[in-house]
């Protein structure tokens, strides 16, 4: 088992550009998350799915697109990046509902917008 | 409102010193869920425990272990003897599972544990 995986590691991108953070895991797992991690402010979930074709939206959304075609992928995409998306990306999975179970995070993508 | 607070930013211990790291926890609800998650300098988070509301027994893994105390809305983890690979970041997290809105899962801003050999 891979776990949860991330593509790419780190990426620097200038204003304006988009791009696609890629997740997979291939442990079955039906919910899956994104998060932002920022110095001093925890995790912060960007958007979740409880399954294939469903997504929501978290705490902070905004500039940030997902979707969910299969059980194994959960893409993220940057519409138009800005400064303030500066972050390290976490894409983590779970069996059942985060709220109740143990998350599987992927190794984090570490993204710098100048 | 769902809040956690992990007040010490920073700690340093020499090995083998024991260190309690502090998470306390806000909610309304009467049924929530306590996990703690380490993050070594690697960068990759892994789960170290849940706990939930109805389970207030105290909880110990090898060196580490865990004091859940509603009375004082605190889920505190002990390293015993603390060793170089423990420095990491703990970050103590809670969940609300009945609120339907999206902010089930809150994680503290983290403690940043140095273990000096």
């Known amino acids: 088992n891979a776990g949860v995986t991330q593509t790419p590691k780190f990426q620097v991108l200038k204003t304006g550009q988009s791009m696609t953070l890629q997740c997979a895991q291939d442990m079955n797992h039906e919910y899956m998350s994104w998060y932002r991690q920022d110095p001093g402010m925890g995790l912060r979930l960007i958007h979740y799915s409880v399954g294939a074709g469903i997504t929501d939206q978290g705490e902070v959304p905004n500039g940030y697109n997902v979707s969910r075609s299969t059980t194994e992928d959960f893409p993220l995409r940057l519409l138009s990046a800005a400064p303030s998306q500066t972050s390290v990306y976490f894409c983590?999975?779970?069996?059942?509902?985060?709220?109740?179970?143990?998350?599987?995070f992927g190794p984090g993508t570490r993204l710098t917008v100048l | 409102a769902q809040k956690v607070t992990q007040a010490q930013t920073e700690i340093s211990v020499v090995e083998k010193e024991d260190v309690t790291l502090d998470c306390v926890y806000e909610t309304r609800d009467t049924t929530y869920y306590l996990f703690w998650y380490k993050q070594p300098p690697s960068g990759e988070l892994v789960f170290l425990i849940r706990r939930n509301s109805f389970d207030e027994q105290n909880e110990i893994s090898g060196r580490y272990s865990w004091n859940f105390q509603k009375s004082t809305s605190s889920f505190n983890f002990t390293i015993t003897a603390s060793q170089v690979v423990d420095s990491a970041v703990y970050f103590c997290a809670l969940s609300e599972p009945v609120k339907t809105s999206y902010d089930k899962v809150i994680f503290g801003p983290g403690t940043s544990l140095s273990v000096i050999p």
């Open positions: 983590a999975s779970s069996y059942g509902l985060a709220d109740y179970n143990e998350q599987f």
